[in-house]
Every structure is written in C-alpha cells, then in structure tokens.
C-alpha cells in the first residue's frame, strides 16, 4: 500500500510541469520576443525526448529498476523547471525542454505497466487523477504568481523546488521498490523487436487511438488560454485561472471514474469519455458569449478523465502480458508524437487563420478517435474468437 502511495505521488509530479507552459506562454512570449506559434517549438522538444525514452524505456527499466527511473527522472524534471525560471531567451527554454521531455517518458511507461499489470483498472483512474492534481496545481501556482506578481518566472521556479521534495520523498523510497518482487513483470520475458510487435493484431490502430487521445489533451492544455485570450478578448491571467479548470475536470473525472470501473468496463468508460468531450465541445461552440467558456472547458477535461487511463489498462488484456510492458512503451511513444506534431500544427494553423477554429480542430480529432477505438474493438473481438 505504501509503495502504491509513492506511485500515486510520482504521477503528481508528472502533471506540474505539463499545464505550466500553456498557462505561462501568453506572458512569457514577449518577454523573449518571439511569436506566439514558437510555443509549438517548445512542444516538440519536450515531447520528442519523451518518445525517445518511451521506446527506450523497456531497456532502461530492466537494466535499472522501476524505482531509480522514477526517481531520476523527477530529479530530471525539477532541473529543467528551475532552468525554465532563469531562462531570458528562448534558445535556453529550449535547452531545457530536452531533460524535461526526457525525464517523462520512462517514467510514465514503467508506473502505467506496473499498475496495469498489478492493480485493477480503479487504481489506473485513481493513478491519472493524481496526474491531474498536479496539472490543476500548476495553472493556479503560475496564475498567482502572474496576478501577484506579474512573474512567470518564480511561478517555474516554485514548481520546481516542490518537485526538489518529491525527489527526496522518491530516493527516500528506493528500499521499497528493492524488496518488491512484483516489479519483475513480463517485460524482462518479452523477446519480440519493434517489427513483430506492430504485427499483433490491433497495435496500429491503438498506436493511432493514442495519438488522436494526446493531440485532444495536449491541444487543449497548450493552447486552451491562447483560444481564451486570442479569439475571447480573455486577460492572460483570467485564461490562466480559467484553463486550470480543464484540468480539474480531467482530475475530478479520473477520482470519479475510479468508482465507475466497479460498474463499467474499460470500453465502456473510452466511449462515455468521447461522449462527454463531444458534449463539451459543442457547448463552446453555442453562440451566448463567453458563458459558456467554464463550462465547455470542464466538460472537455470530464470526458478525457477515463480515456487514457482505460485505454492503458487494457494493454495486457488486448495483447497478452508477455508483451505489454513492449506494446506500453510504443503506446506512450505515439501518445507523445500527437503531443509532439498536433500543438505546433494547430499553432501554425491559428496563427494562419484564427483562434475561432479551435473547438473544430479537436472535434475533428474526437471524431477520428471513435472511428479507430470502433475498428480496435472489432479486431482484438475477432482475434479473441480465433483462439
């Protein structure tokens, strides 16, 4: 129960830094005299070192363990943070999104396997939801400091010292992964290359489902304020109190859909999810003024609650434990690529055209994940009759 609490704080710290950068970039743009869109530069960085060590993460776990990964890479993460807040120009931001994106994608395949394997599909909801504690903290912590003291600076660099105590919380806790047998999954029987495993039946098409899941979440978070500010005449530190909403949504919805999965399955919880995003979206779209901003953004946050975290723990039911930690590592490396290409392409098109269009462009993509989490299910249904 105790190593499951360290567990439940690591994915905190995961979610401080990813609601920062959206929050802070409409204050911090001019200040480094550059255009709005570089924010989508920003995004592929981070997001490209967290598809590298995605793939590479079933390696550096079995060569490691699963707790001096966790713990290195949080260690990782509060460096770039404190980079962030003394960066003056965007070459140094960008410096220190390399360990930011790298410090992520170990980290989140090796705790996403450990729980998907071992625990049952409530703690998997419970497990985001503490991810989202910390993407709803980081909102409100640069909001205060942008209100307080027009700085989104210290907002970075106070992230950054509360992730220094998660760090010493996780290296504290190293003992505990050392005596625990059952990190010793199947990830160290797995002996199939990338190639075979893009031949299992079903792994291109969730592959896409978490690419289409991430470019919704990520375009979102990145550019929720912008959308607020740009195309709603919203003051940047309003949106950055506003945005923190969704992310609330997303955290309410995961400590909720915990006690959903009791009821419904997995495929249920994916579909209820898409609905809800739908729902949302629509509402942003109807034409009574900035009303109903709040609630739109709440809605979108509701519905991606149960998505990622039921897509993840059905891996080793879809396709075998013998593969999963494998199958876990490339999942988080296309979720991270629509991380990595969606925000600077969505940025290049609003800046090109405007910041109206952002309720369609992530309707668009919820439309192209139903279709693809459908054909999912009708495969893994089809092999599950085979056999």
Not at 274 to 283: A, E, F, H, T
């Amino acid at each position: 129960m105790l190593l499951l609490m360290i567990i439940y704080l690591s994915f905190i710290s995961l979610g401080l830094p990813d609601s920062l950068f959206g929050s802070a970039w409409p204050s911090m743009y001019n200040l480094l005299d550059v255009p709005l869109h570089y924010a989508g530069l920003i995004s592929i960085i981070i997001a490209g070192g967290t598809v590298i060590s995605s793939i590479f993460s079933e390696r550096i776990i079995k060569r490691f363990g699963t707790g001096i990964v966790t713990s290195v890479s949080v260690l990782m993460t509060a460096a770039a943070l404190v980079g962030f807040s003394f960066s003056r120009v965007f070459l140094m931001l960008c410096l220190c999104s390399i360990p930011l994106g790298l410090g992520a994608g170990s980290i989140d395949a090796a705790l996403n396997h450990y729980v998907a394997l071992h625990y049952k599909a409530r703690h998997m909801s419970w497990l985001h939801c503490f991810w989202g504690i910390g993407a709803s903290l980081g909102p409100i912590i640069m909001s205060a400091f942008l209100i307080n003291r027009n700085s989104w600076a210290l907002g970075y660099r106070t992230v950054g010292i509360i992730q220094f105590c998660l760090v010493a919380v996780l290296f504290a806790s190293l003992p505990l992964w050392k005596n625990n047998n059952a990190q010793k999954t199947s990830a160290q029987q797995n002996k199939m290359n990338f190639k075979q495993l893009f031949r299992i039946a079903g792994v291109k098409h969730i592959l896409i489902a978490f690419f289409c899941y991430c470019a919704i979440e990520t375009v979102t978070g990145l550019w929720g304020s912008s959308y607020l500010v740009m195309a709603k005449n919203i003051s940047p530190e309003i949106a950055a109190q506003w945005i923190a909403l969704y992310y609330i949504g997303i955290t309410s919805g995961r400590f909720i859909s915990g006690f959903a999965t009791m009821k419904l399955t997995n495929r249920q919880m994916v579909r209820l999810g898409q609905i809800i995003i739908g729902i949302g979206i629509l509402v942003l779209l109807l034409p009574f003024g900035n009303s109903t901003l709040l609630p739109g953004l709440f809605m979108i946050g509701l519905g991606c609650a149960p998505i990622y975290p039921s897509l993840l723990h059905e891996t080793p039911q879809n396709f075998g434990e013998e593969h999963s930690q494998a199958i876990m590592g490339i999942q988080m490396a296309s979720a991270y690529i629509g991380t990595t290409l969606m925000p600077p392409f969505f940025g290049w098109l609003a800046t090109h055209i405007n910041f109206n269009i952002f309720p369609i462009f992530i309707g668009t993509i919820l439309m192209v994940k139903i279709v693809i989490t459908e054909a999912l299910n009708r495969k893994i249904d089809s092999k599950n009759k085979m056999l």
